[in-house]
């Protein structure tokens, strides 16, 4: 082959490189000047991302990574992984399954941490700080951008506990199949346990109930029974509100809290955060 033809396509090729990087840079650079502009609203605080861009580099790009996707530098050392934020997809909601969570959800998420993983209680943090985290959290995923966070579920008076409800949620724990993952003692190594992986893939552990350990999104009646209604989204956690009327869902809270440890005893009514 001619070696000016050679050097011809050799240019070409290179040219239309050169311009998909360059038309790639752009995209970036809008889809950045974009996701700073996104906003974040818990009660009378206004959160702005491009407030948030110095914390999110300081404190959680190490793990969450620079483009929010889960990927930092330390999440290969990571167990369980960091949120993938791109996906919109969150554990600790008010909402139905399936739905984005509300600005005070992230907001609380932040403050409260999550136990049995790298997730600190980020305490140091003013209100005003948190509320401008979760904007710039929220402007990772197109999802806030294109819908809006499903209605918080309403948690009905708490029934008071009584050996009858213990007994009809011990029930329920068998038929809900809830025994396959966390065992029939509930000390999470029921037959399905070691076979658990999270929506992208990760080997994922069933909660102990017998650890007294704290719950992921509150520890509270309340806590555990918004768990229970919203599912953990991203992990085999399902929701029951489809299957269980709420005294169902307060009876299997109920038979739950015995499994603690006599030390640590019942859940605690939920407190503000």
């Given at each position: 082959m001619p070696t000016k033809l050679l050097k011809r396509w050799w240019l070409a090729g290179a040219a239309g490189l050169l311009l998909a990087q360059t038309s790639q840079a752009q995209i970036t650079s809008y889809e950045e000047k974009d996701r700073l502009n996104t906003e974040s609203h818990i009660g009378n605080i206004a959160g702005h991302a491009k407030n948030a861009a110095e914390?999110?580099?300081?404190?959680?790009?190490?793990?969450?990574?620079?483009?929010?996707d889960g990927n930092g530098e330390n999440a290969q050392w990571v167990d369980p992984k960091p949120r993938d934020f791109t996906l919109g997809v969150f554990k600790c909601r008010s909402t139905p399954t399936g739905t984005l969570p509300t600005d005070k959800d992230l907001y609380d998420t932040i403050?409260?941490?999550?136990?049995?993983?790298?997730?600190?209680?980020?305490?140091t943090f003013t209100k005003q700080q948190r509320a401008d985290l979760v904007a710039y959290v929220k402007g990772f995923s197109p999802r806030f951008r294109e819908e809006k966070p499903g209605?918080?579920?309403?948690?009905?008076?708490?029934?008071?506990?009584?050996?009858?409800?213990?007994?009809?949620?011990?029930?329920?724990f068998v038929s809900m199949n809830c025994f396959l993952c966390h065992g029939k003692d509930g000390r999470g190594h029921g037959p399905s346990a070691l076979s658990l992986t999270d929506s992208k893939g990760y080997s994922i552990q069933p909660y102990d109930f017998t650890s007294g350990a704290r719950l992921k999104c509150g520890?509270?009646?309340?806590?555990?029974?918004?768990?229970?209604?919203?599912?953990?989204?991203?992990t085999p956690m399902p929701s029951v509100a489809d299957a269980l009327k709420p005294d169902q869902i307060w009876d299997l809270v109920h038979y739950i809290a015995t499994l603690r440890p006599a030390k640590t005893g019942f859940f605690q009514r939920e407190k503000g955060l």
């Amino acid at each position: 082959m001619p070696t000016k033809l050679l050097k011809r396509w050799w240019l070409a090729g290179a040219a239309g490189l050169l311009l998909a990087q360059t038309s790639q840079a752009q995209i970036t650079s809008y889809e950045e000047k974009d996701r700073l502009n996104t906003e974040s609203h818990i009660g009378n605080i206004a959160g702005h991302a491009k407030n948030a861009a110095e914390d999110y580099r300081r404190y959680c790009v190490g793990c969450h990574g620079e483009l929010g996707d889960g990927n930092g530098e330390n999440a290969q050392w990571v167990d369980p992984k960091p949120r993938d934020f791109t996906l919109g997809v969150f554990k600790c909601r008010s909402t139905p399954t399936g739905t984005l969570p509300t600005d005070k959800d992230l907001y609380d998420t932040i403050a409260r941490g999550l136990d049995r993983s790298n997730m600190p209680v980020w305490n140091t943090f003013t209100k005003q700080q948190r509320a401008d985290l979760v904007a710039y959290v929220k402007g990772f995923s197109p999802r806030f951008r294109e819908e809006k966070p499903g209605d918080v579920m309403q948690i009905p008076p708490e029934p008071p506990p009584s050996a009858d409800s213990v007994k009809r949620g011990s029930e329920l724990f068998v038929s809900m199949n809830c025994f396959l993952c966390h065992g029939k003692d509930g000390r999470g190594h029921g037959p399905s346990a070691l076979s658990l992986t999270d929506s992208k893939g990760y080997s994922i552990q069933p909660y102990d109930f017998t650890s007294g350990a704290r719950l992921k999104c509150g520890d509270s009646d309340q806590g555990l029974f918004r768990e229970l209604a919203t599912g953990l989204d991203g992990t085999p956690m399902p929701s029951v509100a489809d299957a269980l009327k709420p005294d169902q869902i307060w009876d299997l809270v109920h038979y739950i809290a015995t499994l603690r440890p006599a030390k640590t005893g019942f859940f605690q009514r939920e407190k503000g955060l």
